[in-house]
């Protein structure tokens, strides 16, 4: 008897604090940061919406993003709890825009390709060859290093290093 009254205590208690720890934020997160303007999680080449404490972020001139502003929400899409800044949750047509928004860091080109994550530094030389030619034969490979365990890869490792202590 003793038992089962610790148990429904425990039970009671553990509900109660993981309903304070929700009902604290409307995207899911730590609440740190979750302005109630879209415009403050702007990136260039994305478009950002709040809707119901979530963030919608699609590309910028995607057939996704006129189908958004026409139609609404789209049914099928991809969501990310807590992985937007300030820990609010994500939502958009796919998973490589939203892993795109997340790496997109100011002064950096970023692309996907094959899972991994290229990274150059805006106005290079090495960009101007990537978006040419295509991808470098000798470059530097970071495993796991990138946003979400993505790979990095990049021209070198300087330019690995940067971006990843870059804000």
């Not at 720890?21 to 940061?33: D, I």
């Not at 970071?142 to 870059?166: F, N, Q, V």
Request: proline residues 7%; charged residues 25%; contains cysteine.
């Amino acid at each position: 008897m003793m038992k089962h009254r610790f148990f429904a205590t425990t039970m009671a208690i553990g509900m109660f604090l993981v309903f304070l720890g929700c009902a604290g934020t409307a995207g899911g997160g730590s609440g740190a940061g979750n302005p109630k303007d879209a415009a403050a999680y702007a990136k260039p080449g994305f478009y950002t919406q709040l809707d119901d404490g979530r963030l919608w972020v699609f590309r910028e001139g995607s057939k996704e993003l006129e189908d958004y502003r026409t139609k609404g929400k789209p049914a099928k899409h991809t969501v990310r709890p807590g992985a937007g800044p300030g820990g609010i949750t994500l939502r958009g047509p796919d998973s490589d825009t939203l892993a795109l928004y997340i790496a997109t860091k100011p002064g950096f080109y970023v692309a996907l390709d094959d899972g991994r994550l290229w990274v150059f530094e805006e106005g290079s030389k090495e960009l101007e060859d990537y978006r040419t030619k295509g991808k470098p034969a000798k470059h530097t490979v970071r495993p796991g290093a990138g946003p979400g365990g993505l790979t990095l890869r990049g021209p070198d490792g300087e330019t690995l290093d940067k971006y990843m202590s870059a804000k």
